[in-house]
């Protein structure tokens, strides 16, 4: 750790950009149609918004469109001073929705996501794929970046990554679900860091070389290993169990605080320091993301915890749990405040 403390960057800010799940979080009360927030969500809209507030340069490819949703969904990245550059606008696309219900009576998990209008019940707007003759127009303009991100695939997310990937970008590539098209393995060919869930994806029954895979496994903790073989085998990865806090709320964006951790320690540098890192950086990074993800739990939403701390009192915290301290949580006012805007869906309006 740096003298400085988790959260120390380079002397250069380092760039990340990431395309893929950026939609708008509506977060509510799962007992009530009572809205609690509306937020940017979807793991590369958080993951991407959460290296802006550590401090990096944060890059979203994302196609939106001009309507209730993306006006809010602008509005929150500009307080974490996301990048707008490549967030594309149509008027004849809908933006994105997701809503989380907050469950108290739940034991784990705490919420549920859903994907129909509580309201009005119709069906919510889903992630669209950025049209090719727009891929053509970020090409010429995206800045070199340290790591790129994607979580969902397509013949127009893999073009970006690859050119990335000549640059020396770390190819970061955090799927939710085994694709049995060509794609998949295409993306594996040039992966640096594969990171995936437990929950979602039991095995992936391709071989890889990438340098570093890491399993979420929720509450238990994470497992990874470096690069070697592999193929099937479930040997050889490093356990790392979670931390836990007493006071869970709400286990949303666990898993992207925990990208967004091993991003940040890992990243700065580009692929080329990759092969230089020690395995106690590594392991380092890895208790870095699970603590900042066991905080994150203790409030509502998926990136509840930018909302009530700044940079240096999660450092503070985040030191104690990694040094096994007690740390207390004032998380009595669990969200900042109640949304009073009713509208969640394009139905709604």
Same mark, same amino acid.
């Given at each position: 750790? =740096?003298?400085?403390?988790?959260?120390?960057?380079?002397?250069?800010?380092?760039?990340?950009?990431?395309?893929?799940?950026?939609?708008?979080?509506v977060?509510?009360?799962?007992?009530?149609?009572?809205?609690?927030?509306?937020?940017?969500?979807? =793991?590369?809209?958080?993951?991407?918004?959460?290296?802006?507030?550590?401090?990096?340069?944060s890059?979203?490819?994302?196609?939106?469109?001009?309507?209730?949703?993306?006006?809010?969904?602008?509005?929150?990245?500009?307080?974490?001073?996301?990048?707008?550059?490549?967030?594309?606008?149509?008027e004849?696309?809908?933006?994105?929705?997701?809503?989380?219900?907050?469950?108290?009576?739940?034991?784990?998990k705490?919420?549920?996501?859903?994907?129909?209008?509580?309201?009005?019940?119709?069906?919510?707007p889903?992630?669209?794929?950025?049209?090719?003759?727009?891929?053509?127009?970020?090409?010429?303009t995206?800045?070199e970046?340290?790591?790129?991100?994607?979580?969902?695939?397509?013949?127009?997310?893999?073009?970006?990554?690859?050119?990335?990937?000549?640059?020396?970008?770390?190819?970061?590539?955090?799927?939710?679900?085994?694709?049995?098209?060509?794609?998949?393995?295409?993306?594996?060919?040039?992966?640096?860091?594969?990171?995936?869930?437990?929950?979602?994806?039991?095995?992936?029954?391709?071989?890889?070389?990438?340098?570093?895979?890491?399993?979420s496994?929720?509450?238990?903790?994470?497992?990874?290993?470096?690069?070697?073989?592999?193929?099937?085998?479930?040997?050889?990865?490093?356990k790392?169990?979670?931390?836990?806090?007493?006071?869970?709320?709400?286990?949303?964006?666990?898993?992207?605080?925990l990208?967004?951790?091993?991003?940040?320690?890992?990243?700065?540098?580009?692929?080329?320091?990759?092969?230089?890192?020690?395995?106690?950086?590594?392991?380092e990074?890895?208790?870095?993301?699970? =603590?900042?993800?066991?905080?994150n739990?203790?409030?509502?939403?998926?990136?509840?915890?930018?909302?009530?701390?700044?940079?240096?009192?999660?450092?503070?915290?985040?030191?104690?749990?990694?040094?096994?301290?007690?740390?207390?949580?004032?998380?009595?006012?669990?969200?900042?405040?109640?949304?009073?805007?009713?509208?969640?869906?394009?139905?709604c309006?």
């Open positions: 750790m =740096s003298k400085k403390g988790y959260f120390h960057l380079n002397s250069v800010k380092p760039k990340v950009m990431g395309i893929g799940l950026l939609t708008l979080d977060i509510m009360n799962g007992g009530d149609i009572e809205i609690l927030d509306k937020v940017v969500g979807g =793991s590369m809209g958080n993951v991407i918004t959460i290296l802006s507030f550590l401090g990096w340069e890059y979203p490819i994302a196609y939106l469109g001009k309507d209730h949703a993306s006006k809010i969904i602008l509005d929150d990245i500009n307080k974490w001073n996301v990048k707008k550059n490549y967030i594309m606008q149509d004849t696309v809908k933006t994105p929705i997701i809503v989380e219900k907050i469950n108290n009576h739940l034991e784990q705490k919420h549920e996501f859903n994907f129909v209008c509580p309201l009005c019940h119709s069906k919510l889903r992630n669209r794929v950025i049209p090719n003759e727009l891929v053509k127009d970020i090409i010429k995206m800045p970046v340290q790591v790129f991100y994607l979580d969902r695939l397509s013949r127009s997310a893999l073009k970006i990554a690859n050119l990335h990937k000549k640059m020396g970008a770390i190819i970061f590539f955090e799927p939710h679900k085994v694709s049995k098209n060509t794609l998949f393995k295409e993306c594996l060919k040039i992966t640096d860091i594969l990171k995936y869930s437990l929950e979602d994806i039991e095995y992936i029954p391709y071989n890889r070389d990438v340098y570093l895979e890491i399993i496994l929720g509450s238990e903790g994470v497992k990874y290993k470096l690069k070697g073989n592999l193929n099937n085998s479930k040997n050889h990865y490093e790392i169990n979670a931390y836990h806090l007493n006071n869970i709320v709400d286990t949303a964006g666990a898993g992207d605080w990208t967004a951790g091993i991003i940040h320690m890992l990243g700065q540098n580009g692929r080329g320091y990759l092969n230089n890192l020690l395995k106690s950086s590594i392991k990074a890895m208790l870095f993301g699970q =603590s900042l993800s066991a905080l739990c203790s409030f509502e939403g998926a990136r509840g915890l930018m909302y009530k701390f700044n940079k240096r009192e999660i450092n503070e915290m985040v030191k104690k749990i990694m040094r096994k301290k007690y740390v207390q949580i004032n998380n009595n006012k669990k969200y900042r405040k109640k949304n009073k805007d009713m509208i969640i869906c394009p139905m309006i």
